[in-house]
């Protein structure tokens, strides 16, 4: 797989704003996962926004719903750790691309057990989104990436703390940045990203 830069969204209603935002965005990021407490209905209209204008459909990615994965024809599905729904479609359906969160290294291996495509691991800093929380240790890090499953790294990433990620993951997914900064300062990422690798 390539190197990735993957916008998970807020855990929120999203509204025309917030897709208007990603529509921006679209063509510095290679996927979006829409990760939201939304309605099925109302998750339909969000998608139905974002490709009416503009929106590429293979850069769509949904969180778990599998009913949406197969109604827009969406290539990418992600899942919770330890989702076995993810392990079973997986099996079932080797064209789509499946991924999971992980915040072990055992975790990691049991979706490379399992054949998916890729894993979140995080968090790799320190991050809003897990206030307080320790992130993962060098060590976790390093035996996290090097299994043989292309590794994501998640969690308080941004133009300054990119300089400090351990080597040896594949791209980047993150929450607050990719929705608070604009296309250059995303492009100005994609900078850093590729003198990391």
């Not at 929120?12 to 897709?19: H, I, P, S, W």
């Not at 060098?138 to 994501?152: H, L, N, Q, T």
């Amino acid at each position: 797989m390539i190197s990735l830069f993957i916008a998970v969204t807020p855990y929120k209603y999203l509204n025309v704003e917030d897709l208007e935002h990603y529509i921006k965005i679209s063509e510095e990021i290679d996927l979006l996962l829409l990760r939201v407490p939304m309605t099925r209905n109302d998750l339909c209209w969000a998608l139905d926004y974002l490709l009416a204008n503009g929106f590429p459909q293979t850069k769509l990615m949904i969180h778990s719903d599998l009913t949406i994965l197969e109604k827009y024809d969406l290539n990418f599905i992600h899942f919770r750790e330890k989702d076995v729904q993810a392990f079973e479609y997986k099996k079932l359906h080797p064209h789509v691309s499946v991924s999971m969160s992980t915040h072990s290294v055992e975790t990691v291996k049991h979706a490379r057990e399992w054949s998916l495509d890729f894993v979140f691991f995080g968090h790799v800093f320190e991050s809003r989104s897990k206030h307080g929380l320790k992130p993962r240790s060098s060590k976790e890090i390093k035996d996290a990436v090097s299994i043989d499953i292309p590794v994501y790294a998640i969690g308080g990433i941004d133009r300054h703390s990119i300089k400090s990620l351990p080597h040896g993951f594949e791209g980047v997914c993150a929450i607050s940045f990719f929705r608070d900064r604009s296309l250059r300062e995303i492009q100005l990422l994609r900078e850093e990203w590729l003198a990391y690798v």
